[in-house]
Structure formats: structure tokens, C-alpha cells
């Protein structure tokens, strides 16, 4: 993190209620290039609907977010992709029936020539398959064919291809929502390398994790939601890893 930046993202005093629930309460948070900040706090803390309101599928009611330091609307994905963001669910929302590469450029397919009308333009196949190529192979991703669909992979290459093709869009944010969630040890490492490397290129990231060891092991700095308010934020580390469960339990 370089603190002499301002925040890739800034949500100040976010309000967002549905009916007579008052979800968020006034929730603040920073996320910098080059860090990942992990988002705890039990299940009804907030985490879900703070992060569907910075992805653009809510709106909050009050406050602001902020890019760069300039507000924006969040009024739909849409426009949280066009600020520059990029969220993995937990359900990862990939075609199985399709390749990485045809995963990747889903709705952003590239065509060509230009000077022809949209409807009218080729799907640039090759481009597409050299470019999902080249993201898999930065990030170190190893699948057995490139050409198979994502059905037949396991859930650690699903994953990666899912945190992958976020990041291929992604200019500002990556959101991880449980993206270890369901996989085995050895998985779990690869996915956690990956988001490792995703921060090392100058991403910011937001985690979104039940696991503790995984907390210590990757955030710089953890915000606790509780009930809708932020009730803590902290640098985790081995030493303080009690207080952070303290303070998602509501013993503190």
C-alpha cells in the first residue's frame, strides 16, 4: 500500500436499508493499489450487501463511493465494470459448456474489422484465445487443455480461470467473495498464490473470508463488520488473530 495515493476505492458513511432492515449503518472503508484488505464479520454482518452495493447491484441510500478520489453512481454492474471492478461470487457465474477463453469474453467479445457495423463484424476467435492465453500463463494457471470446456476441470482451475477473467477487466478492484470456498488444501494454495500475484501487479483486492489462517496468511488489513456497523480494522497477524474473532463474535 502506498499511503502517499489516494484510495483506489473509498466508501464513506454507506447507509443502505431494505424495508424495516437497516443492513449497512454507516460503513466506511479504503482499499489501496498493491494490498489486500480482508472483509470479515458473520453471516448478516453487512459483508454481502457492502460489496453488491460497490459492484453495482445495489445502491446505497446515504454516503458516497469513491474512484481515484471522484465519486461515481454504482447504479448497476454494468457501470461498477465500466469504474474499473471486477467481483468473483462464490458461484463463480461460468459457463461450463464454454472455454477459459470463451469464458473470458462472454459479453465482451472482440470483432473486427472496425470500419463494418457491429452486427455485421467476425468474432475475433484467435485474438481472444492469444490473449485468455497469455493472462493464464502470467498468472501461472495451469489447466490440462486450453481448448476444454470448464466443465470438465476441477474446482481449483474453475476458480482460477474465474479470478483470472476478473482480472483481465479489472483496472482498479478485485473482489473475491469465498474464493477458496468448497476446494481442498492443496487447491486452496493455488487459489491464494493467485490472489498473492494479483496484488504484487498493483491490484487492489477486497477478500471476503471465514478463514482466519487465510487472513493472516494474505490481508494487510482486515475492516470487522458486525450487524451492519464497521466495529474494527487492523493489520492481522498471528498475534491479534483472537481479537479479530473476539470482535466477529461481538465479545468486544
Known amino acids: 500500500m502506498t499511503a502517499s495515493l489516494p484510495p483506489v476505492l473509498e466508501v464513506r458513511a454507506a447507509h443502505k436499508r431494505f424495508g ?11 482499499a489501496y493499489r498493491n494490498e489486500v484488505l480482508a472483509l470479515l464479520g458473520d453471516n448478516g454482518a453487512g459483508k454481502s450487501t457492502l460489496i453488491k452495493c460497490i459492484s453495482g447491484v445495489h445502491e446505497i441510500d446515504e454516503g458516497e463511493i469513491l474512484i481515484d478520489g471522484q465519486p461515481v453512481a454504482l447504479h448497476s454492474p454494468a457501470a461498477a465494470r465500466s469504474a474499473g471492478i ?3 461470487y462464490q458461484d463463480l457465474a461460468l459457463f461450463d459448456n464454454l472455454t477459459p477463453a470463451q469464458n473470458f469474453f462472454c459479453g465482451r467479445e472482440i470483432a473486427g474489422p472496425s470500419w463494418l457495423p457491429k452486427g455485421l463484424q467476425f468474432l475475433r476467435t484467435r485474438q481472444m484465445d492469444k490473449d485468455a492465453a497469455a493472462v493464464i500463463e502470467r ?10 470446456q470448464v466443465a470438465l476441470m476441477s474446482g481449483g482451475q474453475r476458480q482460477a480461470i474465474a479470478v483470472a477473467r476478473a482480472t483481465v477487466f479489472a483496472r482498479k478492484l478485485v473482489i473475491l467473495d469465498e474464493p477458496t470456498a468448497a476446494l481442498g ?15 504484487d ?8 473470508t471465514h478463514n482466519m489462517e487465510h487472513v493472516v496468511d494474505l490481508a494487510d488489513r482486515a475492516i470487522v463488520l458486525r450487524q451492519g456497523h464497521k466495529v474494527g480494522e487492523l493489520r492481522p497477524d498471528r498475534s491479534n488473530q483472537k481479537e479479530m474473532v473476539s470482535m466477529i463474535m461481538g465479545a468486544e
Open 185 to 199: 488444501l492443496r487447491e486452496s494454495r493455488k487459489v491464494l498464490d493467485l490472489v498473492d500475484q494479483l496484488r
Open 139 to 148: 498468472l501461472k494457471v495451469k489447466l490440462p487443455k486450453f481448448d476444454a
Open 20 to 30: 424495516a432492515v437497516h443492513a449497512l449503518k454507516g460503513v466506511g472503508l479504503k
Open 86 to 88: 471486477e467481483t468473483v
Open 201 to 208: 501487479e498493483g491490484n487492489a483486492v477486497i477478500l471476503i
